[in-house]
């Protein structure tokens, strides 16, 4: 039930408690588990924060695990004391790295994980990824974008000669490179620049028709705005037919105004499924 989200159990599993478990992937990526109270296998969302992460959605990850549900987050290279060097590129990669971590078997019976059950959301940039996996068949049951920042979209802008998003872009990447390693805002750009075609998501709705899919919209986002950012992408995944839903929320990109109402949509997707 949805109440469970803000309410601590009423009885813990002495065996098999709730809890947080630190995670190192590949001896370079440093990540947390939080536990579902119970011996489970429980249903296992992993969590992807955005650029650069200042916004980790811990609380998220509290209130869906009170609800039965593991949940599983990581930092990409370079960031946040993960090894490495940060780019977009790697980060998807890192995100391959994980998947295949949490497919072990003593893996996931260490962490109570049923790996039939795995999930994928992701906030902002960590919803571009999301989105790049959908449409790649990365194996995961379902994938939830969370005001997703469209990086090729961006950069079509740019290469089409719009001069404010090309300011907006290099002043965004600017700001958050203080918790990252190996990067600049220069290299950043050049990256999406580089792979904008490759990362295209808005070419063709095709490889989005089998994805199970929750698009949530931030209506307040001035950081990725709505017309350019997010109703793209729900109107392309609403061609693309199939399992699809799209909420929207009256927030800002971070979801400050609507946190518990962002961890219940999340929590009654999971549930269904």
Known sequence: MKSDLI?????????????????FFDGRLLGLIYLANGK???????????????????????????????????????????????????????????????ADEGFSDL??????????AGHSVGGFLT?????????????????????????????????????ETFDLFSCGLNPLDGATAESLLAEIRERRKEWDLLETPEPFRAPDMLLVIASLDTVARPPIHQIPL???LNRAGGRKK???????????????????????WLEDR
């Open 246 to 268: 799209v909420l929207e929320l009256s927030c800002s990109h971070d979801f400050s105004e609507r946190r518990i109402a962002l961890a219940e949509a999340l929590y009654e």
């Open 131 to 167: 989105l790049l996996a959908a449409r790649d068949h990365m194996d995961f049951r379902g994938f939830a974008p969370l005001a997703p920042y469209n990086l090729s979209l961006q950069a079509d802008r740019i290469e089409a000669g719009d001069t404010d998003a090309c300011k």
């Open 234 to 236: 729900a109107k392309m």
């Open 7 to 23: 309410r601590d159990p009423s009885n813990v599993d002495a065996s098999f408690p709730p809890g947080m478990s630190p995670l």
């Open 111 to 120: 962490n109570r994980i049923d790996r039939d059950r795995v999930f994928l």
């Open 40 to 102: 489970g296998p429980h249903k296992t969302l992993v969590l992807l924060h955005g650029f650069p992460g200042n916004e980790k959605n811990l609380d998220i990850a509290h209130m869906l695990s009170r609800g039965g549900i593991n949940v599983l987050i990581f930092h990409y290279s370079g960031c946040w004391g993960s090894r490495g060097s940060y780019s977009f590129g790697q980060a998807y990669a890192d995100l391959r790295t994980v998947r295949k971590a949490i």
